[in-house]
Nanobody, 121 residues
Framework: QVQLVESGGGLVQPGGSLRLSCAVS????????MGWYRQAPGKERELVAA???????NYKDSVKGRFTISRDDAKNTVYLQMNSLKPEDTAVYYC???????????????WGQGTQVTVSS
């Protein structure tokens, strides 16, 4: 079993902050890139932020300067610090990781169950 479990979502006022966490568990050989995606009702799922195994990052333009992605390899966990939140950030946020289960197997994508983030006054 490989599981990705998100936490930290909830209701916050505009201008507020939330910190999302995603912990990977199970028997794994290595983790390559990790990232956060989001999907609002009636919209397609979109990449919010991603981080490579060496720490290189990229962000959706609309969250640059407000969101920060980081990872703790000792805990197999990726984080998304979200500051200055706007109503447009409201969505279900999904964790993603490229994981190789064993030596000799290719990397493949694994997804978390999603966590709701609602920004409203």
């Amino acid at each position: 079993q490989v599981q990705l479990v998100e936490s930290g979502g909830g209701l916050v006022q505009p201008g507020g902050s939330l910190r999302l966490s995603c912990a990977v568990s199970g028997r794994i050989f290595s983790i390559n890139a990790m990232g956060w995606y989001r999907q609002a009702p009636g919209k397609e799922r979109e990449l919010v932020a991603a981080i490579t195994s060496t720490g290189s990052t990229n962000y959706k333009d609309s969250v640059k300067g407000r969101f920060t992605i980081s990872r703790d390899d000792a805990k197999n966990t990726v984080y998304l610090q979200m500051n200055s939140l706007k109503p447009e950030d409201t969505a279900v946020y999904y964790c993603n990781a490229e994981i190789r289960r064993m030596r000799g197997l290719p990397y493949r994508d694994y997804w978390g169950q999603g966590t709701q983030v609602t920004v409203s006054s």
